[in-house]
């Protein structure tokens, strides 16, 4: 017992090299695991579950509960091929076993060798509850404990179905080619764990349900078993996330719990109505520590941390030795629950809520409002996973997916080339914009002349020690011609800075310095093409910025409001045509309310009939 106890520490410090995280905020993450550390990670997880000989009684020497066996999440039939029989409890050697890539019962070698001569050992797949719901576990009675862990258990395995229908974790070469495909299968186990990991400080670790869902391999349509392809699931952690909680919701409801929709980073979670806001944050020491974690990184670095970096961050994890036994912990959360006014009975109270929360718009134009948010075009993984995110508790998953493929068959979601999306308001405002945009790029008389144009390119190429090229020259003509608008489209670093740069230059010589303006998606870009005299925008402050009655305008920086004059008193929006601009970009990546006023000066109707997408 004590030479487990042992390895269990040293594979605890191992873990942070794993790349999997104890989640502790309502989110899924995924992360890979190489072969190399495969059976140490799977001997982690089996060394947490409880020893026949201690029973559930004591806790881990890291002050931490034994957890329960791990069980399976794949098809019956599946587990037949393996020598496991469906319906019995997750052997620990037969785990660690598929993560090292072999049969559990013959030893011999289930899939081949990678490109690189290694085999994955599989993916940790890790969806946590919202905070609320393990508050009202760590404090209910043990039929309300066993009603969450329930629900939680469900939620997962309609996930993983979820997953196997709509994720392509399988990669096959045709002709040359790499194509992904869905699996009939995937071989996976689930270890439900219910502390997160303790916090420099803390008397006990705080309550976290949460399962690592540990996928070792994919049955192919041709019942061959291979390995599960990484990025597709990365790619779509918001999408699976999204589908966990709205399963988690939907069963949290049925089981009469009130859920509070729109919490957390961009309204994307939900909460169980009536736990106190600050006892679930009094919960999240490990939350704070991270956020701890984050700030030292960025005192040091300079910078905020990317994703993944935190991972490798060395956390102090000093505990009480007085905490031996779960009675001690079930002791220290009811005291913090105490404290802030919530117990027992408190939670038992939640459960009554006779009906579904409901919103005061509808759902599709709730997720039509998201999914324009903050970009154009989206992905159709980011329809299910916006529409999943608005629906929790109001409906049920399938429910909500119906919804996605009904905004698709009305046309209110587009489909785009190469699969992107997009929505018909924006279509059609894009429409509007792109009509505008051809009114002001007619002849206008305002050719700034060849000899202007010809020192300006001569500026640039002594400013950068080479001539221009003549893609560059011919896109200065353009700029510089008789047009009102112009627009310049380029790869990064294609010069198209360079080309801005002399195109104000020669403006400025033809003496217009008060009627020109660089716009780009950011100021820093949108400054380069007024180098000396001539002002700069984004393209939001041009759409938002108040007309000028003579003096000079005002100063558009950082925490104004655009939209309003000195007095306070809304303005009306600086129209394109009051300014020659050279409008520069990545497409998609304007927000929705941002370019609306690009279409005036005529307000843009929503057109009878629907435009046809590109495809």
């Known amino acids: 017992m004590h030479g487990r106890a042992a390895a269990q520490r040293a594979l605890c410090e191992l873990l942070g090299r794993f790349g999997a995280l104890r989640v502790i905020t309502h989110v899924m993450t995924a992360a890979s695991i190489g072969a190399s550390r495969s059976g140490g990670y799977a001997r982690y997880l089996e060394s947490k579950t409880v020893e026949p000989e201690r029973g559930d009684y004591y806790l881990t020497p890291d002050g931490e509960m034994a957890q329960a066996p791990g069980r399976w999440l794949a098809d019956a039939e599946t587990l037949e091929r393996l020598g496991v029989q469906a319906g019995e409890p997750l052997d620990g050697a037969d785990f660690v076993a598929l993560m090292e890539g072999r049969h559990p019962g013959t030893g011999r070698w289930l899939r081949p060798e990678g490109a690189g001569g290694g085999r994955g050992g599989g993916i940790d797949v890790t969806f946590s509850a919202p905070k609320s719901v393990s508050t009202v576990w760590a404090l209910g009675d043990p039929w309300q404990r066993e009603q969450i ?19 392509p974790v399988v990669r096959r070469r045709y002709s040359g080619q790499v194509v992904e495909e869905h699996a009939k299968d995937v071989i996976s186990t689930e270890y439900r764990h219910t502390t997160a990991r303790g916090v420099s400080g803390a008397q006990a670790p705080d309550p976290q ?23 597709p699931i990365f790619r779509s952690a918001r999408e699976l996330g999204a589908f966990y909680r709205s399963a988690l919701a939907d069963e949290l409801v049925r089981e009469g719990y009130a859920i509070e929709q729109g919490t957390g980073r961009d309204g994307r979670y939900f909460e169980i109505a009536g736990v106190p806001r600050e006892l679930c944050e009094a919960f999240s020491g490990r939350s704070r520590e991270v956020a701890r974690a984050a700030e030292r990184f960025r005192a040091r670095y300079g910078r905020a941390p990317e994703r993944g970096e935190l991972r490798n961050l060395a956390l102090e994890n000093r505990r009480a030795k007085e905490l031996t036994t779960r009675s001690d ?74 919804i996605a493929r009904e ?65 560059q020259h011919h896109a200065l003509a353009v700029l510089t011609g008789p047009e009102r608008a112009a627009v310049l489209v380029g790869p990064a670093g294609t010069g198209k800075g360079v080309v801005i ?58 925490g104004s409001n655009p939209g309003r004059g000195g007095d306070g008193r809304p303005q009306a929006p600086r129209r394109p045509d009051r300014a020659r601009g050279a409008l520069r970009g990545k497409a998609g990546r304007c927000r929705r309310r941002q370019a609306a006023p690009l279409d005036r000066p005529r307000r843009h109707v929503r057109p009878a009939r629907p435009p046809r997408p590109d495809r």
């Open 329 to 402: 912990l079930q002791r220290a959360w009811v005291k913090t629950g105490r404290y802030h006014g919530f117990g027992p009975d408190e939670a038992v109270r939640l459960i009554g809520a006779s009906e579904r929360p409901t919103a005061e718009r509808k759902i599709e134009d709730r997720v039509e409002a998201k999914l324009t948010e903050q970009r154009a075009v989206f992905q159709e993984g980011d329809l299910r996973a916006v529409v999943l995110e608005q629906a929790a508790g109001e409906m049920t998953s399938d429910e909500a997916l119906a």
């Open 149 to 167: 862990e329930q629900a939680h258990a469900r939620a997962v395995e309609q996930t993983i179905r979820h997953l196997r229908e709509h994720v």
């Open 209 to 231: 349900l949460h399962s690592h869902v540990v996928i070792t391999g994919a049955v192919r349509d041709d019942e061959r078993i291979v390995a599960v392809a990484s990025r």
């Open 407 to 471: 905004m698709v068959r009305d046309r209110r979601v587009l489909t785009l080339e190469g699969g992107r999306m997009t929505t018909l308001a924006v279509r059609a405002q894009e429409q509007a914009i792109e009509r505008r945009a051809a009114q002001l790029a007619q002849p206008a008389g305002r050719d700034v002349g060849d000899v202007a144009r010809d020192n300006a390119a001569r500026e640039a190429a002594e400013r950068i020690g080479g001539p221009l090229s003549p893609e």
């Open 501 to 558: 740069d002399a195109a104000a230059r020669a403006e400025q010589a033809a003496g217009r310095d008060d009627r020109d303006r660089g716009v780009g998606l950011h100021r820093r870009a949108a400054r380069r093409g007024q180098p000396r005299a001539g002002r700069a925008d984004t393209h939001s402050g041009l759409a938002g910025r108040p007309r000028e009655h003579g003096g000079h305008p005002r100063r558009q920086g950082h």
